[in-house]
Nanobody
Framework: QVQLVESGGRSVQAGGSLRLSCAASGYRYCMGWFRQAPGKDSEGVAAIDKDGSTSYADFVKGRFTISKDNAKNTLYLQMNSLKPEDTAMYYC?????????????????????WGQGTQVTVSS
């Protein structure tokens, strides 16, 4: 069982920055950030694999950066140039067995472990 605990979400004005953190109970070969706004479907934001290769949704490219500290088993999401449309609950997620999710991508399929979420609110 993997436990994931997010932190760092808060209210911020448009154009501002935030860094989200996700503390994992153990090493995972792949981890990702997802978000869900009220009334909308969940969407993948960014993912990073064991080698540091990253994937980003088009709507955050150039603004968000995913990174990880393997020694601390912690995942980060640096969010810059925030927009009101970035307002959402942000979740970190980790897959189960690699057999079921060989690609570390933004598809939610195969991500078996999810944190409780951290709220990001961006005001205009």
């Amino acid at each position: 069982q993997v436990q994931l605990v997010e932190s760092g979400g808060r209210s911020v004005q448009a154009g501002g920055s935030l860094r989200l953190s996700c503390a994992a109970s153990g090493y995972r070969y792949c981890m990702g950030w997802f978000r869900q706004a009220p009334g909308k479907d969940s969407e993948g934001v960014a993912a990073i694999d064991k080698d540091g290769s990253t994937s980003y949704a088009d709507f955050v490219k150039g603004r968000f950066t995913i990174s990880k500290d393997n020694a601390k088993n912690t995942l980060y999401l640096q969010m810059n140039s925030l927009k009101p449309e970035d307002t959402a609950m942000y979740y970190c997620a980790a897959p189960g067995a690699r057999y079921y999710k060989p690609l570390c991508d933004l598809s939610p399929a195969g991500y078996n472990y999810w944190g409780q979420g951290t709220q990001v609110t961006v005001s205009s």
